[in-house]
């Protein structure tokens, strides 16, 4: 029977959002899939049999064709996105009519599910190029990391990207109220701190403070300060997925979470004072950091005297330079009246941040190298 229907679901922007196509016939395939859709957040259109509007075969974003129909199928147009979902691991006819129909891949259930689920919300979240996230790390305690760190979120989003600040550090005292929103609704790590599995990047994004056009997700005032790997593993990935930038503020000390954290970025900065010792801790954490991010690179806090310029302390620490960081005056009495870190576009942090992401995100919006 030819026919495809779609429920009616508005998203979380008010415009319709569109969902995979099924097509089958098997009434226990299909329960499966709806199923799966409903554990991802898609709404799908079924179309029982071949569909009934050849277009919504070649525009929709994720084809599910039960082994059923592939057959009927067989001379449909050839696209990408379409996969071939069967549940008899002994039907071996079923790779023939996956070549035939031109699948992306072939999958079995319920093997498969989780798979499958994670692909059904890609499509539900519109995924995209994923964020360019970066990481920005004292080199020692004091060195000015966080304030960087705010100051490169705030200035990426007043440029109008999608900007996301990740507060990595327990034992800082919170981003957002170095942002001055320590008030701001919304919800802060203890709330994520048991999430496993996939988080949804669109329902992270809403339910995290906005502060200076960007979403903030950092510590509240409690006792809480364990985040464990698996909860940032699932919260940076979902954030990630949104796009844009991420910079997460991470701490000095490397634990599970920190690791964790660090897998996932595209890079990282170490901000290290120009002094002597300073350059000795911060090679401790250079080398630890390194282990596991291969783009680290050296932001020196000026000014630097004569005997130890930023180049030497890049050299020292072994490390490529993204710049020298001057200091900017009148800096601490801005954060006490509540002004971002970056708030000034004329100041020398705001001038740092925007020479830095029109190196790291060029026209074409891939990483620099």
């Known amino acids: 029977m030819a026919g495809s ?17 099924i097509v089958t016939e098997d009434e226990g395939l299909l329960d499966d899939l709806l199923r799966l859709c409903a554990a991802a957040g ?3 259109e079924v179309a029982h049999g071949i569909p009934a509007r050849r277009e919504r075969w070649e525009t929709a974003p994720l084809v599910l064709v039960g082994a059923d129909c592939a057959d009927r199928l067989r001379g449909a147009a050839r696209r990408q996105g379409v996969l071939l979902i069967g549940r008899d691991l002994d039907d071996h006819g079923v790779w023939r009519r996956a070549v035939d129909l ?3 891949h072939v999958l079995f259930l319920p093997d498969a599910e989780s798979w499958l689920v994670d692909r059904i919300a890609d499509v539900a979240e519109g995924v995209g190029r994923q964020a360019l996230t970066v990481g920005v790390i004292g080199g020692r305690g004091g060195a000015g990391a966080s304030t960087l760190a705010c100051a490169l979120a705030v200035t990426a989003a007043r440029d109008g990207r999608r900007t996301m600040l990740i507060d990595g550090d327990p034992l800082g005292g919170g981003l957002d109220v170095l942002l001055g929103g320590e008030a701001a609704a919304g919800l802060r ?4 701190a048991q999430s496993r599995g996939r988080v949804g990047g669109g329902a992270l994004e809403e339910a995290l403070p906005e502060l200076h056009s960007l979403r903030v997700l950092s510590w509240d005032r409690g006792d809480s300060v364990v985040i464990p790997s698996a909860a940032m593993r699932s919260v940076l990935a979902a954030a990630r997925r949104r796009g844009g930038v991420v910079v997460v503020d991470l701490p000095r000390r490397v634990d599970e979470a920190a690791a964790e954290a660090l897998a996932q970025l595209d890079m990282g900065l170490l901000v290290v004072p120009p002094e002597l010792r300073a350059v000795a801790a911060a090679q401790r954490v250079a080398s630890m950091v390194g282990m596991v991010l291969r783009d680290l690179r050296a932001v020196v806090r000026g000014p630097c005297g004569p005997g130890l310029p930023d180049e030497e302390i890049a050299r020292l620490l072994g490390l490529p330079l993204a710049g020298e960081l001057p200091p900017e005056p009148g800096l601490s009495a801005a954060l006490a009246s509540g002004a971002p870190p970056g708030g000034s576009r004329g100041g020398p942090l705001a001038r740092f941040c925007s020479e830095f992401w029109a190196q790291a995100l060029p026209s074409g919006g891939g990483v620099a190298v």
Not at 9 to 15: A, Q, V
Not at 189 to 192: E, K, L, V
């Open 5 to 21: 229907t779609t429920p009616d679901r508005p998203t979380m922007d008010g415009g319709p959002q569109e969902g995979p196509l």
């Open 42 to 44: 898609a709404v799908p």
């Open 102 to 104: 031109g699948a992306d």
């Open 189 to 192: 790590w203890p709330a994520f």
